[in-house]
């Protein structure tokens, strides 16, 4: 006897929730910015916490750093299981030196 389901296939759409937390230092570095970039910002990370949507690039293959590119803006963060854990927003220029 054939089975009520034979033929339709089942498509789940998972998506990765992440937890944020901001490092106070961070915290610091957005409150100097204006309030554009920070609404940018904001936004951007709101994102970030649906599946790492964005611009975001690993930056070493031995640590858990990661950025998140938001203009000229570089949001630099580790991620460890479902811990977005924001430790500095900085300028390109001044980000990874």
């Not at 789940?12 to 992440?18: P, R």
């Not at 106070?24 to 990370?45: H, S, T, Y």
């Amino acid at each position: 006897m054939d089975s009520p389901a034979k033929g339709i296939s089942f498509w789940l759409e998972t998506t990765m929730q992440y937890r944020l937390e901001i490092k106070e230092e961070a915290r610091q570095q957005l409150r100097a910015l204006p309030k554009e970039q920070r609404r940018n910002v904001g936004r951007r990370l709101d994102a970030l916490q649906i599946d790492l949507s964005g611009d975001v690039k690993k930056l070493s293959a031995k640590t858990h750093e990661y950025r998140l590119r938001v203009g000229t803006l570089r949001v630099l963060f580790t991620l460890e299981k479902d811990l977005i854990n924001v430790y500095a927003v900085k300028d390109r220029k001044k980000a990874y030196g």
